[in-house]
């Protein structure tokens, strides 16, 4: 993994506030199915970490809406 990779998230702005809270916000607005669903553009963690895994939720929860909407099953 390079330094790079190391510091992005594919898909989302990583922002670094003033206050040191790290941020995230999706470069492409979810659709309305997602949306609905309750999928963020925008979440903010303590850490890289963190914030890696809820942009991770927030795709997981516009995928499961996507797939509901579809009539397919999600186990």
Known sequence: MTDAES???PGWRLILSDAGR?????????CALA????????VDA??????????DRQ???AREARQRA??????
């Open 7 to 9: 510091t992005t998230i």
């Open 22 to 30: 790290l941020w995230a916000s999706r470069e492409k607005p979810f």
């Open 35 to 42: 949306f609905h669903a309750g999928a963020e553009r925008t």
């Open 46 to 55: 303590d850490s890289l970490e963190a914030l890696r895994a809820e942009t």
């Open 59 to 61: 795709e997981a929860i």
């Open 70 to 75: 579809a009539g397919q099953v999600i186990s």
